[in-house]
């Protein structure tokens, strides 16, 4: 049985095209929900909460019976720090540096909630960068590409040239495990 049209709870992009990818029907419906009052002590437990609490949101204003719903977070990660979205070009550039020649952890939570299953899942997606350029940094930055991501970059972009090995899912990284879900969705 192929399931039917699914409420995608986030205005990202990226989880849209991941769904389009996939030959999923969805409808693309944002949830508002403020992260900043998040209190976590780990990375997982931040995505874990920032996820829920869309989740909740999303259950308070949708049906699941009508649509299932989809609700996920991503947070990045490099030496033991939560890296959010920048607050400026500084900020932008020292989230960055902390990722250059090292490792950086995307985890993803996701729930998918229908009238028969309640999913939970939290994912990793670990990248070993090298040490970034100074000068294509530099560029980067002045672009404004960073801005509005988690990390200050996606790695289908800026840090894509930069990746020496990777261990778990792009589409993880890209906020939304989609090689967890889609057993779950043909049942």
Known sequence: MKTKKIRLCSQSESRALILRSA???YLQSPIDYD?????????????????MGKYKAALRKYDYNEY????????????NKILRKAKDIDDARAILLSQSANT?????????????????DISSTDYLFSMFDKEKLDAYLDSGEWRGKA??????GFCKSY???????????????IEILLPYLHL
């Open 23 to 25: 030959g999923l029907d």
């Open 35 to 51: 992260e900043e009052k998040i209190s976590a002590h780990s990375a997982k437990n931040f995505v874990y909460q920032a996820t």
């Open 68 to 79: 299932p719903l989809l609700c996920a977070d991503t947070v990045v990660t490099a030496q």
């Open 104 to 120: 950086t952890s995307i985890i993803t939570c996701m729930i998918y909630k229908s009238d028969s299953l309640e999913l939970i």
């Open 151 to 156: 990390g200050g970059c996606m790695v289908e």
């Open 163 to 177: 990746i020496k090995e990777v261990k778990g899912y792009e589409s993880c990284a890209m906020g939304l495990s």
